[in-house]
């Protein structure tokens, strides 16, 4: 089970949107609808953002969304804000093991 | 409050073994499933090991047969076990645990994180 693929980093200007890529394989998120995306700090622990493709937790602003599309999910970010600068991380749930993290993103807002 | 509090890092020489715990308030970890997940200096997030229901296990190739996870539901406390530390093994060690939704643990995401615990395998 290889990591999930993401975009090592990707910028946009304050207000804009960003969409973050995942890809994986049809074993695993295009083979179930349970991606999950997650927001860390640096030398914070990771917060999840959005579970099952496009579900939020509770507290967690709509400007972030997810959705996929075949074997690749994605995160995307609308009107960003200055606290939007972080590193972003997907999973999804393969029904099997090791479980596999994304590979990570880091975002930065110009 | 719901939460997770790691301890028990610190440094270690290789070869050597610790014990990390995760306090868990809020609810019980009886009835939840639980996991750790590592990050080395500079890196992504690498799952290690889960517990679920029945005390049934997993673990990543890289620390099967050092690394032992368990549970103590009188102590509300889960457990990662780490022997035969190695440099490889010098992370920040997070527990987590497993989306608790409609009633039910599942697999499908984490849903709360501890702060972290630094384990440095050094000389």
């Known amino acids: 089970q290889s990591a999930l693929t993401q975009p090592r980093s990707m910028s946009g200007s304050l207000g804009q949107s960003v969409t973050i890529s995942c890809t994986g394989t049809?074993?695993?998120?295009?083979?179930?609808?349970?991606v999950s995306w997650y927001q860390q700090y640096p030398g914070k622990a990771p917060k999840l953002i959005i579970y099952?493709?496009?579900k939020w937790p509770s507290g967690v602003p709509d400007r972030f969304s997810g959705s996929k599309s075949g074997n690749t999910a994605s995160l995307t970010i609308s009107g960003l804000q200055a606290e939007d600068e972080a590193d972003y991380y997907c999973?999804?749930?393969?029904?099997?093991?090791?479980?596999?993290f994304g590979t990570g993103t880091k975002v930065t807002v110009l | 409050e719901v939460q997770l509090v790691e301890s028990g890092g610190g440094l270690v020489q290789p070869g050597g073994s610790l014990r990390l715990s995760c306090a868990a308030s809020?609810?019980?970890?009886?009835?939840?499933?639980f996991n750790w997940v590592r990050q080395a200096p500079g890196k992504g997030l690498e799952w290690v090991s889960s517990?679920?229901?029945?005390?049934?296990?997993f673990y990543a190739d890289s620390v099967k047969d050092r690394f032992t996870i368990s549970r103590d539901i009188s102590k509300n406390t889960l457990y990662l076990q780490m022997n035969s530390l190695t440099a490889e093994d010098t992370a920040v060690y997070y527990c987590?645990?497993?989306?608790?939704?409609?009633?039910?643990?599942?697999?499908?995401?984490?849903?709360?994180w501890g702060q972290g615990t630094v384990v440095t395998v050094s000389s």
């Open positions: 999973f999804s749930y393969a029904g099997s093991y090791p479980r596999v």
């Open positions: 517990i679920y229901s029945g005390d049934s296990t």
């Open positions: 987590a645990r497993d989306l608790f939704l409609n009633g039910y643990s599942n697999q499908f995401a984490f849903d709360i």
């Open positions: 049809r074993s695993d998120v295009g083979g179930y609808n349970y």
């Open positions: 099952n493709v496009n």
């Open positions: 809020g609810f019980t970890v009886r009835t939840n499933y």
